[in-house]
């Protein structure tokens, strides 16, 4: 058996498409703003296709970038700003922040209805009690996304999510759950984890790992979405072994190609969103 590929780049393009054509209706250009401090590269390259990606839909985007040593006052003033200006929509702090910042402190001073990265406490309260006005980080919700459209209702499904990060493993629980699958999470200290994931319909590798998931971690047929982004002597590379899993899986995401380009996104539907409403409360 070969696993059938999920083309997370195609269905990308396919819902970045159907944004286009939701944002040609509005009045104005959604707007997000984008903040980055200091000068890592991958969040430089990120933030870049993220503009790109805005402004290809029909939405506005800045980069404030801001210089490495700048002060918490000073990324707080900036998002006060921004908080305050009725031509933004959408807010995100790009990680990973320098380290004498506190990202959790930051992040807490976007506006709850500006959040699009639904990661501050508020929104993580939202969807982790199954309140519909949550918004729901892009990542998270680019799984979901691409699960429903493969394998339409996943009730009772059983998954397995590897890891429990703020930003992928905890969101995608909550996610799953309102959506009545059957969730474990695991994480570092769990025991016997291929015995688990062996267990799954489906199952979420976001350990950061390369190529940890093997196909004897997989039952015959089940679902495999590969968060992981690493590198092996330069080369891209997901926390699954592909060319193993593909084997016995009956679904599986690749990287690249799989659920980066949702994310991505995501972050746009979330900004239009954002933007809506916005627009339906004034
Ligand atoms: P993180 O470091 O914050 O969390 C990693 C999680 O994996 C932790 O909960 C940890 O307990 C768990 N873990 C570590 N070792 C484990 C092991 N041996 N077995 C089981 N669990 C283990 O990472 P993160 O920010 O959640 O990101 C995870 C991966 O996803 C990274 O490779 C990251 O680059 C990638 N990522 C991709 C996207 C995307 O858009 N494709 C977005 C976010 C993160």
């Not at 498409?17 to 707007?31: D, F, G, I, R, S």
């Not at 309140?131 to 799984?143: D, H, L, S, Y």
């Not at 905890?170 to 016997?192: D, E, M, Q, Y």
Request: net charge negative; hydrophobic share 40%; with cysteine.
């Amino acid at each position: 058996m070969t696993a059938q590929i999920i083309d997370g780049k195609l269905m990308a393009q396919n819902l970045r498409k159907e944004l286009a054509e939701e944002v040609k209706k509005l009045n104005k250009q959604p707007h997000l703003a984008v903040i980055l401090v200091g000068n890592d590269e991958a969040s430089i390259i990120y933030d870049r296709n993220k503009k790109k990606a805005a402004e290809d839909i029909g939405m506005t985007c800045d980069i404030h970038h801001l210089p490495e040593e700048s002060s918490e006052e000073e990324v707080i003033s900036l998002i006060n700003e921004l908080n305050n200006d009725n031509n933004v929509n959408g807010i995100i702090v790009q990680m990973p922040l320098p380290k004498h910042l506190d990202s959790n402190k930051i992040i807490e001073q976007i506006q709850a209805n500006k959040d699009v990265d639904g990661f501050g406490f508020y929104n993580m309260g939202l969807l982790h009690s199954n309140n519909k006005n949550a918004f729901i980080a892009a990542t998270p919700q680019g799984v979901f996304y691409m699960l429903q459209k493969t394998l339409g209702d996943l009730s009772g499904l059983h998954t397995v999510i590897i890891g429990r990060s703020n930003i992928v493993g905890r969101p995608l629980a909550s996610l799953l759950l309102n959506n009545h699958c059957t969730v474990t999470v695991t994480h570092s200290k769990t025991k016997n984890l291929p015995e688990l994931t062996k267990q799954a319909d489906i199952v979420v590798a976001a350990c950061g790992i390369a190529k940890i998931v093997k196909k004897d971690w997989i039952k015959n047929g089940a679902t495999v979405i590969d968060v992981g982004i690493n590198r092996i002597d330069g080369k891209l590379c997901g926390d699954v072994d592909f060319e193993d899993v593909k084997e016995v899986a009956g679904f599986i995401t690749p990287v690249p190609g799989g659920v980066g380009p949702m994310t991505v996104a995501m972050l746009m539907n979330n900004t239009l969103l954002a933007y809506i409403k916005q627009n339906t409360s004034l």
